[in-house]
């Protein structure tokens, strides 16, 4: 399909920010945006990059009603000689996809995806910021558009990517971050959509989430939903734990996202000869690792924050200090390697980052 354009009026285009140290995260949005329609029978069709703005859904339309929603998150980066980079993007792609078909929707050839993306990057390439650690966001987002209640698998969807550029994802930056171990909350269970980047999941999160906030914490870590023993995911992010000299993740059983950014510590771990282990991890070995003096770093990975240590953990009423409460060797290493690729500063053993300009 041919990608049609709409110009936005140079009249009506937004000022840029010009203090890209204040850019916080997903606040300030671009000139345009990439839209597409779905309907069962003709499939994707009308693929425009136009002006940003609202989008008209019926008020039955079953995103509406019944969660039908899924998105990913990805970034174009602009590097020191200008050059601007995608990081993995046909990832992205195929985990929308998996999303898509857990969720009952219709899948986007992953080449037209990437393709889309890149056309609205290089369509507002003014936008992505100049400073190492910012970069453009993009959200791609699906949603289930057809005006229907009652719950029935729809036939009508909107696929649309909007960009904004972006800092830091937590105040905190990569300054260790402080999490809560939630015991009367989970994110997702067995045979849930714990795996896909629903929106509903993110939705039940933020109970749990505004709870940790208002004791002082920046996020949440939960816990599987069976047992209530096993660590599963921090807040909106993947978590890794280094006992010893081992580097431990809970494995992808369908009730964790699979992260883009975890499989690239994963490979960038086993590339430097580090012991990787993606397996189950009870919280209550991560406090007795914690109390000996095993437990070495803690931290998140995901696309919005990259790579997020934890200083302090609170389980049942007490606090650990992780490493002294700062960022340790491992994650620092991980955070400056990650953005070293993404900035096309460092080479690229993995084939992850694409050059588009």
Known sequence: MKISIKEVAKENQKARPTDESSLGF?????????????REGQGWHNPVIGPYGPIAI??????????????????AYRGGDGSIYLFRPFENAKRMNASARRMCMPEVDESFFVEAATQLVLTER???PHTKGASLYIRPTMIATEAALGIQVPKEFLFFIVVCP????????????????SEDFIRSAPGGTGAAKAGANYAVSLYGMRQANEMGYTQVLWLDAVERRFVEEVGTSNIFFMIDDEL??????????????????????????IKVSERRIDIND??????????????????????SPVGHISYRGTEYEINGGHA????????DELLAIQYGIAPDPFNWRIKIA
């Open 26 to 38: 997903g606040k300030v949005f671009t000139d345009y945006m990439f839209t597409m329609a779905y």
């Open 58 to 75: 019926d008020p039955a339309a079953q995103c509406l009603h019944y969660a039908q929603e899924i998105f990913e998150g990805m970034k």
């Open 126 to 128: 003014a936008w992505i």
């Open 166 to 181: 972006v800092g830091a994802y937590y105040p905190e930056g990569f300054n260790p971050t402080r999490i809560y171990v």
């Open 248 to 273: 431990i993740t809970p494995p992808l059983e369908g009730t964790i996202l699979p992260g883009v950014m975890r499989n690239s510590v994963i490979r960038l771990a086993q590339s430097w000869n």
């Open 286 to 307: 991560v406090v007795a690792a914690a109390q000996n003096g095993t437990l070495k770093e803690v931290f998140a990975s995901g696309t919005a924050a990259v790579i």
């Open 328 to 335: 340790g060797p491992w994650a620092q290493k991980f955070y």
